[in-house]
């Protein structure tokens, strides 16, 4: 028994004491935290922008008069279409590995790309959240908006977008946890991300036990913070409910 | 004032709104929805329009045409001298002058009563912010809901919403106000308190035009009632014509379903 815990005591010296190794660790899970909550800033703008093409159009395209107006927002829903097809339809390390070795082969900066790479995959996903959170809200809203003078854009953003977040909330700070395990694979490109740290100490400690669990532990002890902290959220939320 | 004297025309006074041939057509599935279908009418500064007609004989979508929230198929909306059916009219700057009170109320909940009625005039830019609080303010006096300005509209009644929605129009200054059914959402207990804050209005000589079920209010505040079936204006008159003398069939048919 004593002997078995002397082994484990070994073992997470040798892969988190000596050499510093633990510095792999701290700085891999920054690395995890930037790209998530930038990449979920660029996914909410990008997602919430698809998401207002996509729901006007559905609304509005069928009754439209012919003319530019309905040319301009036919093509805008379409183009938003083929995105949300096309990202949610093929897996994100393979999305990441062509905007590291094909769109952005210039560039060689792994994080920077890994931010935009997973900030255009998760728009895909905020956009059909907000799109719902759209139209949750009734269209009384949007006429009497219009009606006091405003326009379309602004009923949107002083209106429409504040009523559809606050009840999207919850879903949103869902996709935050998603994502934050989804950015494991940024390691593809060479990023040094917390998984990649755990599979570098791996690789030159030759023990796989303490660094993958040791990894393992720190996703699960961030997404079960984050899941109370959005369930605390759903509760403030409920109870400020006008 | 006395009603049996007023006579339909001539309609003397300054046009405000006058509509030609106005026509909307709906796609639906199947078919096409004729919601209107030739509708003429002109309305003067300061008159009370009450438009009355059984459940989708197009009235509420004449209402809407007027301020374009439903997009006309054919025909001319001339308000103020300027077509607002044409391309080149900015509705938006139109609608700033056009206040419109919904069935629903449609108050925005997350704002609290007072942003619902200071917003639209203040980010418009035609008040500072604490000209609007002000104008709120004694409008909100006049409706009796002054200590509600700090409250949500959840926390209101359907009446108290629904003089809140009026105040909200009002606010903009408005040269004419559009009515869409504004007490079928109401308690029967709570359609007095609207009514009154409308015969108010009206006695203060705002432009009204009101889609109502509402007889009695037509009766007593409207200039001119016109009854609509099938997306045609089939018969109008003082409200004493319609009301004691209606010449058309499907006017007396309507009528009499209601007393």
Redesign the interface.
Same mark, same amino acid.
């Given at each position: 028994m004593s002997s078995a815990l002397d082994n484990l005591k070994s073992q997470f010296i040798l892969n988190f004491v000596e050499k510093d190794r633990w510095r792999y660790f701290v700085s891999g899970l920054g690395v995890t935290l930037r790209i998530t909550l930038f990449a979920v800033l660029i996914g909410i703008v990008l997602g919430t922008l698809v998401a207002i093409v996509r729901s006007t159009g559905d609304k509005l395209l069928?009754?439209m008069?012919k $003319?530019p107006g309905r040319i301009f927002l036919g093509i805008a829903n379409g183009l938003c279409k083929i995105y949300l097809t096309v990202i949610r339809g093929t897996p994100v390390v393979i999305q990441l590995m062509i905007s590291y070795y094909i769109i952005f082969a210039s560039s060689r900066n792994g994080v920077l790309i890994a931010i935009i790479a997973f900030g255009i995959n998760s728009g895909a996903y905020v956009a059909e959240i907000v799109r719902a959170g759209i139209m949750s809200v #009734?269209n $009384?809203?949007m006429? =009497? $908006?219009?009606? *006091? $003078? +405003?326009?379309f854009v602004?009923t949107m953003a002083?209106?429409i977008i504040? %009523?559809a977040f606050?009840n999207v909330l919850p879903s949103l700070a869902n996709e935050f946890i998603v994502l934050l395990k989804e950015t494991s694979v940024a390691g593809y490109v060479a990023v040094r991300d917390l998984t990649k740290a755990g599979d570098i100490v791996r690789g030159t400690t030759y023990s796989a036990f303490m660094p993958l669990i040791g990894v393992a532990l720190v996703y699960l002890i961030l997404v079960v913070f984050f899941s109370w902290l959005v369930g605390k959220l759903e509760r403030r939320l409920r109870a400020s #409910?006008? | 004032m006395i009603t049996n004297q007023k006579t339909v025309e001539p309609a003397t006074g300054e046009v405000m709104i006058s509509v030609h041939n106005l026509q909307k057509h @709906?796609?639906s599935a199947k078919s096409e929805v004729r919601a209107l279908r030739g509708v003429d009418q002109t309305i003067v500064k300061g008159e009370k329009l009450v438009v009355i007609g059984p459940s989708g004989s197009g009235k509420s979508t004449f209402l809407r045409c007027l !301020?374009r929230?439903e997009?006309p198929t054919g025909g001319t909306i001339i308000f103020d001298g300027v077509d607002i059916t044409s391309?080149e009219c900015n509705i938006? *700057?139109v609608?700033?002058r056009?206040? /419109?009170v @919904?069935q %629903?109320f !449609? *108050? +925005?909940?997350?704002w609290t009563v007072l942003d619902n009625i200071t917003? =639209?005039p203040v980010?418009?830019r035609l008040m500072t912010r604490a000209e609007a609080v002000d104008k709120a303010m004694s409008l909100l006096k006049r409706v009796g809901l002054e200590e509600k300005a700090k409250s949500?509209?959840? %926390?209101l009644s359907g009446g108290q919403k629904q003089r809140i929605a009026i105040v909200? =129009?009002l606010a /903009?200054s408005p040269e004419v106000m559009l009515f869409d059914e504004p007490t079928s959402a109401l308690d029967p207990e709570m359609v007095g308190e609207v009514l009154q804050v409308m015969k108010d209005l009206a006695e203060d000589g705002m432009t009204m035009v009101v889609v109502t079920h509402e007889m009695g209010f037509a009766r007593e505040v409207s200039d001119r009632v016109a009854f609509m079936d099938d997306g045609l204006i089939v018969e109008e008159g003082t409200p004493q014509q319609i009301f004691t003398n209606p010449q058309n069939k499907r006017t007396q048919d309507f009528l009499s379903k209601l007393l």
């Open positions: 069928p009754g008069r $003319g #009734d $009384g809203q006429e =009497a $908006g219009r009606s *006091l $003078g +405003f326009t602004q002083y209106i504040p %009523q606050k #409910d006008h | @709906f796609l !301020n929230l997009e391309p938006n *700057l609608r700033r056009m206040g /419109m @919904f %629903q !449609n *108050l +925005f909940p997350h917003t =639209a980010k418009h949500y509209p959840s %926390q909200r =129009a /903009m």
